[in-house]
């Protein structure tokens, strides 16, 4: 049975939709004011994962996953570049989904702006006013008061009277509890607004996902995602919101993806080890390295990115496609060799032990190779693949993937010509020469293998 691990409870836990075999599920997305970063591009692959074991183990999946397309970023990065916020908004968008696109991401089902939530989240907000969560102050702002939701932290683990010793608020603001937040901001002179009751103005950023979620999955639902940076404020604020607009639980399980490391320190611009995904795919033989790397730790815990981290990849995503080169087709994937991958996975999404099954499938296939059992051969290569396609791994032509390469080099139709030499070569008894041309591949990172019917492969190092 899948179990998972609730951020709610703290504890692993049999997952039962609420539905019969129907997840609900929401992941906050991005906010896009600039190109999706490390961080950004690990929560993207875990849940993608995650909608993709649930629909292989069955279910059926409503995967909603929402994009932030009004927020003081963005204005502030549209005022600083003279460019209209709405146009910055649509030019980030394109940019994430291009790098969800290239990391092998399958789109959700639904991706909501917040801009086209407005009248929903207007209404929530009303909600709460008139139930006595809200209320609007001196400055025209509408803001939650915390106190009034006696669950508050319980996400978190964080107690009110700590939270509120450590609170600094400005003397206009006119909350009556420092720990109180914004559900709708009245408009400033310049910056974008949508009429409301309380007049002219825009919501405030736990609002938002309150207010789609609950529109598009209903008031009580499945799961909820997140990076672990989410967990407080966002998403406690979304339950306190959610709640007490629905009156309903609002989420039963709560999962939250663990932070990426730079050489074992916190990636941030400041100390000028902050990457974006398109300047990592730059470097890789192909962006499924960089999937590969994402999910190599277990996605509750930390994860560290370095150029070793992410070579040990690379060099173990090739031996699994050099296992799956020239092997027979018309295999069968096997359901008993399956079972341990199915295991795995129902251990709260387990990748490490995963990808040891992977690994473990690729050492029997080189084996039938090896021995000339193609029978075997192609069932192992046909279950590889299918262990490989629930991780959205695997699924690229073996020998075109090790022919790709990292940066310049030696072009495809000049190495297929100086192999074409090569062999020539060779077949003139011309050994020197035939050795000369395989030195000069060798040197340009390329990697001749003669097969027994005479005929030369090649892959990139």
Same mark, same amino acid.
């Given at each position: 049975?899948?179990?998972?691990?609730?951020?709610?409870?703290?504890?692993?836990?049999?997952?039962?939709?609420?539905?019969?075999?129907?997840?609900?599920?929401?992941?906050?997305?991005?906010?896009?004011?600039?190109?999706?970063?490390?961080?950004?591009?690990?929560?993207?692959?875990?849940?993608?994962?995650?909608?993709?074991?649930?629909?292989?183990?069955?279910?059926?999946?409503?995967?909603?996953?929402?994009?932030?397309?009004?927020?003081?970023?963005?204005?502030? &990065?549209?005022?600083?570049?003279?460019?209209?916020?709405?146009?910055?908004?649509? &030019?980030?968008?394109?940019?994430?989904?291009?790098?969800?696109?290239?990391?092998?991401?399958?789109?959700?089902?639904?991706?909501? &702006?917040?801009?086209?939530?407005?009248?929903?989240?207007?209404?929530?907000?009303?909600?709460?006013?008139?139930?006595?969560?809200?209320?609007?102050?001196? #400055?025209?702002?509408?803001?939650?008061?915390?106190?009034?939701?006696?669950?508050?932290?319980?996400?978190?683990?964080?107690?009110?009277?700590?939270?509120?010793?450590?609170?600094? %608020?400005?003397?206009?603001?006119?909350?009556?509890?420092?720990?109180?937040?914004?559900?709708?901001?009245?408009?400033?002179?310049?910056?974008?607004?949508?009429?409301?009751?309380?007049?002219?103005?825009?919501?405030?950023?736990?609002?938002?996902?309150?207010?789609?979620?609950?529109?598009?999955?209903?008031?009580?639902?499945?799961?909820?995602?997140?990076?672990?940076?989410?967990?407080?404020?966002?998403?406690?604020?979304?339950?306190?919101?959610?709640?007490?607009?629905?009156?309903?639980?609002?989420?039963?399980?709560?999962?939250?993806?663990?932070?990426?490391?730079?050489?074992?320190?916190?990636?941030?611009?400041?100390?000028?080890?902050?990457?974006?995904?398109?300047? %990592?795919?730059?470097?890789?033989?192909?962006?499924?390295?960089?999937?590969?790397?994402?999910?190599?730790?277990?996605?509750?815990?930390?994860?560290?990115?370095?150029?070793?981290?992410?070579?040990?990849?690379?060099?173990?995503?090739?031996?699994?496609?050099?296992?799956?080169? #020239?092997?027979?087709?018309?295999?069968?994937?096997?359901?008993?060799?399956?079972?341990?991958?199915?295991?795995?996975?129902?251990?709260?999404?387990?990748?490490?032990?995963?990808?040891?099954?992977?690994?473990?499938?690729?050492?029997?296939?080189?084996?039938?190779?090896?021995?000339?059992?193609?029978?075997?051969?192609?069932?192992?290569?046909?279950?590889?693949?299918?262990?490989?396609? %629930?991780?959205?791994?695997?699924?690229?032509?073996?020998?075109?993937?090790?022919?790709?390469?990292?940066?310049?080099?030696?072009?495809?139709?000049?190495?297929?010509?100086?192999?074409?030499?090569?062999?020539?070569?060779?077949?003139?008894?011309?050994?020197?020469?035939?050795?000369?041309?395989?030195?000069?591949?060798?040197?340009?990172?390329?990697?001749?293998?003669?097969?027994?019917?005479?005929?030369?492969?090649?892959?990139?190092?």
């Amino acid at each position: 049975m899948l179990c998972i691990h609730n951020s709610l409870t703290g504890r692993k836990e049999p997952f039962k939709p609420m539905r019969d075999n129907q997840v609900r599920m929401y992941v906050c997305g991005m906010t896009v004011y600039d190109h999706i970063h490390l961080g950004h591009a690990r929560m993207l692959t875990v849940f993608d994962l995650v909608q993709r074991y649930l629909r292989a183990r069955g279910f059926d999946v409503t995967y909603v996953r929402n994009v932030t397309d009004i927020d003081d970023k963005i204005i502030q &990065r549209a005022a600083q570049n003279g460019e209209d916020w709405a146009a910055l908004a649509r &030019r980030f968008t394109d940019s994430m989904h291009e790098d969800c696109a290239r990391l092998g991401l399958a789109p959700p089902d639904h991706e909501p &702006r917040a801009t086209a939530y407005i009248p929903a989240i207007v209404a929530m907000t009303r909600t709460l006013i008139d139930k006595g969560y809200a209320y609007v102050a001196e #400055d025209g702002d509408v803001l939650y008061a915390v106190r009034k939701f006696a669950d508050y932290g319980r996400l978190s683990g964080k107690r009110l009277e700590d939270l509120r010793a450590g609170a600094r %608020v400005e003397v206009d603001e006119g909350k009556r509890d420092p720990l109180d937040f914004v559900l709708w901001k009245h408009a400033k002179p310049g910056e974008p607004s949508w009429p409301s009751p309380w007049g002219p103005g825009r919501p405030g950023w736990h609002i938002e996902c309150s207010a789609m979620s609950v529109s598009l999955l209903g008031d009580h639902f499945d799961l909820h995602g997140g990076g672990m940076d989410l967990k407080f404020p966002h998403h406690e604020n979304e339950i306190a919101q959610s709640c007490a607009a629905c009156g309903t639980p609002f989420v039963n399980v709560w999962m939250h993806n663990g932070f990426v490391r730079v050489d074992d320190e916190k990636m941030s611009k400041s100390l000028g080890n902050f990457f974006t995904v398109r300047d %990592v795919l730059s470097t890789l033989r192909d962006p499924e390295v960089l999937r590969f790397f994402l999910l190599s730790s277990h996605y509750r815990g930390p994860i560290n990115y370095s150029a070793a981290q992410l070579a040990q990849a690379d060099e173990t995503l090739l031996g699994l496609y050099r296992a799956l080169a #020239d092997t027979p087709g018309g295999g069968t994937a096997d359901p008993v060799a399956m079972e341990p991958l199915t295991a795995a996975m129902d251990d709260d999404f387990n990748t490490p032990e995963a990808f040891a099954v992977l690994q473990a499938e690729a050492r029997a296939l080189n084996a039938a190779k090896a021995t000339g059992d193609g029978a075997s051969a192609a069932a192992r290569a046909a279950t590889l693949r299918a262990m490989g396609r %629930v991780l959205g791994l695997l699924q690229a032509d073996p020998a075109e993937y090790l022919k790709r390469g990292v940066g310049a080099g030696l072009a495809d139709a000049d190495i297929e010509r100086l192999a074409a030499e090569r062999r020539a070569a060779r077949t003139a008894r011309r050994f020197k020469d035939a050795d000369r041309i395989r030195d000069e591949l060798a040197a340009a990172g390329v990697i001749l293998e003669d097969k027994p019917d005479g005929s030369t492969a090649w892959r990139r190092a």
